[in-house]
């Protein structure tokens, strides 16, 4: 007998000024199955779950719940768990500075002669927990749990609300191992008594190790809904990107030398930060260009980070040149020779309200020190020198950089490490919302610098891009590098089924 449907959503549509969201994508989640929902950035997973838990409204399409199929519309996510659907997010969103017991009923407290009844509250507490296998004091303040103990808290807290549906939005994200095997073992028993979970991730291995379906988003449409049985990893990776099997030849490269025989210039043996990125071994020559590959969330920004020591490492070391490093900061790293273009642009890379000299010079003067300033007359013969160079469009080099186009933010940013004339630089999503011109002005320079003798990790969400710059790339999968390809064995489809795992079923 086939299960009851919790959940029918159909033909959402959401916009954005200039941009679909969600175009006309379906949805649906039965009683007792935990669902995952998969996607590249930007693919619709997250508009998908808001328009759902009304915090966005949505222009048309349906949306029906329970054995009835009601139709719905939340506006709000209090009117969605008034619906029965409940979220939990990466971020816990409770009260740590409360206890347990209190933040199970926040707002459903028990009440005796008009006062909050602690002792019914602790017992009644202690009865959830234990229905779903969770032994810890109630009485204890949420903030002595881990993160994994929280946010199973807040699932019981779903659960005693009456969820039928509930959201899991990258839940495992902050988890170690053995907090995912805890967590899938809850998820497992809510699914048995009934509820319908869906699974927000980016961790291949994890879908199939706890979904029984999945559904794929590429670019705000339905790529399609698959059992899991009959879905080889593969095949997701390759739908999730947009892939077809019956043309994955690889773009063309340029000519790019060979360094096998040099000696490494930066070598991490070991190289781990709990949490972010599992140990790892990597070597990076001079004047090479190698590139980090895998799905969002695979870790390739967070092993970027612990060579910059933006997230400092925890385990093993960096060598340069053969010496061992001290990098316990950006700064250290700086002053090593390393130069990092991070992923987030507006949060991390420019300073909106200073000038595009003041955002150039920045990186140089943190290198010189406060007590080697540098002169007016200098920093503009600079900034003029690198606009010239990057054919950065700015009406005045004092223009504020936030009045720039996305793409000349980058140059800028870009142009500020260059000035710093660093041997090692990081490029993290450096051509990422920008136009297809200035984007091949990028690549162009990427090849330039490493002819010069520059080495350069490059790192980009799309493979056909990564491909014409670099001569060797690391894969990343589930927060760990698992292989490198390199020479005539760099192709579209050897880095997919390398992402992949190398699957050739959805069991394997």
């Not at 946010?151 to 907090?179: F, G, W, Y």
């Not at 503009?380 to 469009?393: G, M, R």
């Not at 999503?429 to 010069?452: F, H, N, S």
């Amino acid at each position: 007998m086939e299960p009851a449907i919790l959940l029918k959503m159909r033909n959402i549509r959401k916009t954005f000024p200039g941009v679909v969201a969600l175009d006309n994508v379906d949805f649906t989640l039965r009683a007792g199955e935990i669902h995952a929902l998969m996607g590249e950035n930007g693919a619709g997973k997250s508009t998908l779950i808001k328009v759902l838990t009304g915090a966005v409204d949505f222009e048309s399409g349906e949306i029906y719940i329970g054995d009835n199929q009601q139709r719905i519309v939340n506006r709000s996510p209090q009117e969605a768990q008034k619906n029965g659907i409940s979220t939990v997010y990466q971020e816990v969103n409770l009260c740590p500075n409360l206890s347990v017991a209190e933040n199970l009923f926040i707002g459903m407290e028990p009440k005796k002669g008009g006062f909050i009844d602690w002792k019914t509250m602790k017992k009644r507490a202690k009865e959830v927990l234990a229905g779903l296998d969770i032994n810890i004091d109630v009485s204890a303040n949420l903030e002595n749990y881990s993160i994994a103990v929280q946010q199973m808290v807040a699932i019981a807290r779903a659960v005693n609300m009456s969820a039928k549906i509930l959201i899991l939005d990258e839940p495992t994200s902050s988890l170690d191992d053995d907090e995912v095997e805890k967590l899938f073992n809850l998820m497992k028993k809510l699914k048995a008594g009934g509820t319908g979970i869906i699974f927000v991730t980016h961790f291949l291995e994890q879908v199939y190790a706890v979904c029984d379906r999945i559904t794929v988003l590429r670019n705000g449409a339905l790529v399609g809904e698959y059992e899991i049985e009959n879905l080889p990893r593969l095949e997701l990776v390759a739908k999730m990107l947009g892939k077809s099997f019956d043309d994955l030849e690889a773009i063309k490269r340029g000519n790019i030398p060979d360094v096998s025989g040099e000696n490494p210039l930066i070598e991490a043996k070991g190289l781990g930060c709990t949490g972010t990125i599992k140990p790892f071994d990597l070597q990076i020559k001079k004047g090479e260009v190698i590139g980090l590959t895998g799905l969002l969330g695979s870790g390739r920004s967070e092993l970027a980070r612990s060579l910059y020591g933006a997230d400092r490492a925890d385990c093993g070391e960096i060598r340069m040149k053969g010496e061992k490093l001290a990098v316990k900061s950006p700064l250290d790293a700086m002053k090593c020779g390393m130069g990092y273009l991070p992923e987030n642009r507006k949060e991390e890379g420019i300073i909106a309200d200073l000038s595009v000299r003041e955002n150039i010079m920045i990186a140089l003067q943190a290198k010189r020190g406060v007590f080697k300033l540098l002169g007016r007359k200098e920093q503009e013969e600079f900034t003029s020198e690198y606009i010239k160079l990057l054919q950065i469009k700015t009406a005045s080099p004092e223009t504020p950089i936030k009045q720039l186009s996305g793409g000349n933010q980058q140059k800028v940013i870009l142009a500020r490490w260059l000035l710093t004339h660093p041997e090692f630089l990081i490029l993290d999503e450096p051509t990422r919302g920008i136009d297809v011109g200035t984007k091949t002005e990028i690549q162009k320079l990427i090849a330039k610098l490493a002819d010069e003798g520059m080495s350069i990790m490059f790192i980009s969400s799309e493979i056909e891009e990564m491909l014409r710059v670099c001569g060797r790339m690391a894969v990343l999968r589930d927060r760990k590098k698992v292989g490198e390809i390199s020479g005539e064995e760099l192709s579209s489809e050897n880095i997919m089924k390398a992402i992949a795992g190398g699957a050739g079923n959805a069991g394997n």
